[in-house]
């Protein structure tokens, strides 16, 4: 039906178009100085399941909230961008034999005290590197060598950790690994944390050594092994979790003495949990291993079968909340900071715990 306007008498037309131009002027008020509030709102959720993806930290909505307004400051710096724009892809490594400490340090000026973080913005995460140790310098130069860079190029907040075990006794990766975290927790917040074989060095930049909302391994391909996983289930060599992950789990187990079982072990531990191993794909998760003849006070553990078939009996108390140790020296070094600790031996724990 057409409006008949014509119809109305001269005072009701004017107060008609009063109308209409008021009703016009709200409504352009309303969308000019309330839109970022109307977008936000109706949908909220996208932003914080994208953050809660790349860096593996929940995020409990609370409703909608509308984002805090940042006044641009000389301090203030926008965060790194989840793919780093200096990633160069996979690199064809390189062992010089005539290398030492002093050359990586000069190569790597932006170091200090086995840290890092990038100056032009605000990394995503911070990143604790855990590597268990004894007696294997060559391997940890070469390590240090790639390993530097490879970081720096990923924009990470970075510090890397040598857990050191003193004496010649039977060596234990897993326990070493939970002192790790107990002391690198000590110096710094750090969100996620690499659990790090020595003589792992990584082949491509676009295997991003951050957290994920899963546990994740980064191992899935190396030279040793056809650039092919282990076994279907591996989850060692270098793995990805966040503190919240690995406080969840306990920790290793401690009583993994010599060499297998540890990471079965802490695999058990996140299927009790209920979590997924989230892995790279098989292009960018290579690695090189670099050779060596096993260690002596490393041999194969025997009991690491039996010591499997128990996880879901001793989980609850048998990893960080039982882990004892004596540390002898912290020393912060250029590359890296070692932490040299007593363990003690399959017999015994020291008397100074945590």
């Not at 109307?38 to 953050?51: D, G, I, S, T």
């Not at 995460?125 to 190029?153: D, S, T, W």
Request: proline share 6%; net charge positive.
């Amino acid at each position: 039906m057409a409006c008949k306007f014509g119809t109305y008498s001269f005072p009701q037309r004017l107060k008609l178009l009063l109308i209409i131009v008021s009703l016009g002027s709200i409504l352009t008020w309303i969308v000019t100085h309330n839109i970022q509030d109307l977008v936000w709102e109706v949908n909220p959720q996208p932003l914080e399941q994208k953050v809660q993806r790349w860096t593996g930290v929940q995020i409990v909505s609370t409703g909608p909230q509308k984002p805090q307004p940042v006044t641009p400051t000389p301090t203030s710096l926008p965060l790194c961008a989840f793919l780093s724009p200096y990633l160069r892809g996979a690199t064809a490594l390189k062992f010089d034999a005539q290398l030492t400490f002093e050359e990586v340090q000069k190569r790597n000026p932006k170091v200090k005290e086995g840290r890092c973080k990038p100056q032009e913005c605000h990394a995503l995460q911070r990143v604790a590197i855990l590597i268990p140790y004894r007696n294997r310098e060559r391997h940890l130069l070469y390590l240090l060598e790639h390993l530097h860079p490879f970081l720096q190029r990923q924009l990470l907040d970075y510090g890397i950790y040598i857990i050191n075990q003193a004496g010649n006794g039977v060596f234990n990766r897993a326990k070493l690994l939970n002192v790790g975290f107990l002391e690198a927790l000590k110096e710094y917040p750090w969100d996620c944390f690499i659990f790090h074989d020595v003589d792992l060095v990584p082949e491509n930049d676009f295997n991003l050594y951050h957290c994920d909302h899963e546990p994740k391994h980064l191992v899935v391909g190396r030279n040793s092994t056809g650039y092919r996983l282990r076994y279907k289930m591996y989850f060692g060599g270098a793995t990805a979790m966040t503190k919240q992950q690995f406080t969840r789990v306990n920790g290793f187990s401690n009583r993994y003495w010599g060499w297998g079982g540890e990471d079965d072990d802490l695999r058990i531990r996140v299927q009790l949990q209920k979590m997924k191993i989230v892995r790279p794909s098989l292009e960018v998760a290579r690695y090189t291993m670099t050779f060596h003849t096993r260690d002596h006070g490393n041999e194969i553990n025997p009991e690491r079968m039996a010591l499997l078939k128990k996880v879901p009996q001793v989980w609850s108390k048998d990893g960080l909340n039982s882990c004892s140790y004596k540390v002898l020296t912290i020393q912060h070094k250029p590359l890296y900071i070692n932490i040299t600790v007593d363990i003690g031996d399959p017999r015994h724990n020291p008397e100074v715990a945590v």
